[in-house]
């Protein structure tokens, strides 16, 4: 029983080394490696936002690509978006650091980390596009 249980954790410990030594393997940029997987259409860049990036009517999305709504202002560290038109519009605030950007097809794009369902409005967001009230 011992020498199994011995064995066995050999076993695994063997394991674990050779994932470490397949996970040191590192793409580095400017390399035709790093050029052939950047090729692959599945590949995309993933980023954290700066405060200037976050301008006035700059569409934010959630994962699969819907429009959580638009950047109405800046509120301290968080980002004030807005949803919808007229009376159906809402305000949701969000954490900067819940925001991130991502190039697909050579185009940047802003998404949240927090879906919109787990977003709760604010109330009416008499809020023009320029992010003035």
């Known amino acids: ?3 199994t249980i011995l064995l066995l954790s050999a076993l695994a410990a063997f394991g674990a080394a050779q ?12 390399t035709p490696a790093a050029a ?6 599945d590949v995309i860049t993933v980023r954290n936002v700066t405060r200037t990036e976050l301008v006035p009517g700059l569409p934010i999305l959630e994962d699969g690509g819907a429009t959580i709504g638009t950047v109405a202002r800046l509120a301290g560290n968080d980002v ?28 940047d794009r802003f998404a949240s980390r927090t879906p919109r369902s787990a977003l709760k409005a604010e109330g009416s967001a008499a809020v023009a596009v320029n992010g003035n009230r």
């Open 19 to 30: 994932t470490g030594l397949a996970q040191d393997a590192q793409v580095t940029a400017g």
């Open 1 to 3: 029983m011992n020498r």
């Open 80 to 107: 004030i978006l807005v949803s919808g038109e007229g009376k159906r519009a809402a305000e949701y605030r969000l954490p900067i650091t819940q925001l991130f950007a991502y190039t697909q097809d050579g185009v």
């Open 36 to 41: 052939k997987a950047m090729a692959d259409p």
